[in-house]
């Protein structure tokens, strides 16, 4: 991480945010990945109605989104950050949020995205072969509990201990 910025606080989407939010998704497409599908009218229909739901967080800087996340009730989609705002710790920041919001969560990357990987395997996120459901094919899971964090041999538990 180039320099942390614990300022930046992530914030409920508006509905206006949503067009934004698809841009920066799309520009990422490869990545993530996304179908053509996704570059429809009505998949903005779709973010501006998670938006509504209070499902996705942004990091904005100077008023611009530059980090996204939707949150939804136990399950992180589209985690993304700005190709220039990368590795200064607003994935982290993202990630943390809704850790502090849920006792667990999962998300699913594909296995060659080795960035979104590295990010979730250092917040603990931990490879899971299933959820509430089978992972989609061609997915990992990768899933995170509170309670794993507190149990004995967990972060927690250890730092108790030494107290
Ligand atoms: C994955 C992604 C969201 C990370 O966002 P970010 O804001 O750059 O992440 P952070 O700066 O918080 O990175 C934190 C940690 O993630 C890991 N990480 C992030 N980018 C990495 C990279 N290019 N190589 C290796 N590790 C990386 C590192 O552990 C990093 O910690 P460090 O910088 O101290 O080494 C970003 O690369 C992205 O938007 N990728 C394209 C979209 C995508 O694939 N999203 C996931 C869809 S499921």
Not at 119 to 137: D, N, Q, Y
Request: charged letters at 35%; hydrophobic letters at 40%; a positive charge.
């Amino acid at each position: 991480m180039k320099n942390a910025i614990s300022l930046d606080e992530p914030k409920l989407a508006r509905v206006a945010d949503a067009a934004a939010i698809h841009a920066l998704l799309w520009s990422e497409r490869e990545a993530i990945p996304l179908k053509d599908r996704f570059n429809t009218e009505e998949t903005r229909d779709w973010i501006r109605q998670h938006c509504k739901m209070r499902h996705f967080w942004v990091m904005k800087r100077e008023d611009v989104i530059v980090a996204a996340m939707l949150l939804k009730p136990a399950e992180i989609m589209y985690l993304i950050t700005d190709a220039r705002f990368r590795r200064e710790g607003l994935g982290v920041l993202l990630l943390r949020h809704a850790k502090r919001k849920r006792d667990e969560l999962w998300a699913q990357v594909k296995p060659e995205n080795e960035r979104a990987i590295a990010l979730l395997r250092r917040e603990e996120f931990r490879e899971a072969a299933s959820w509430r459901g089978p992972t989609e094919p061609g997915w990992v899971g990768y899933r995170w509990t509170r309670a794993a964090r507190d149990e004995p041999g967990g972060k927690l538990a250890k730092r108790k201990g030494r107290r």
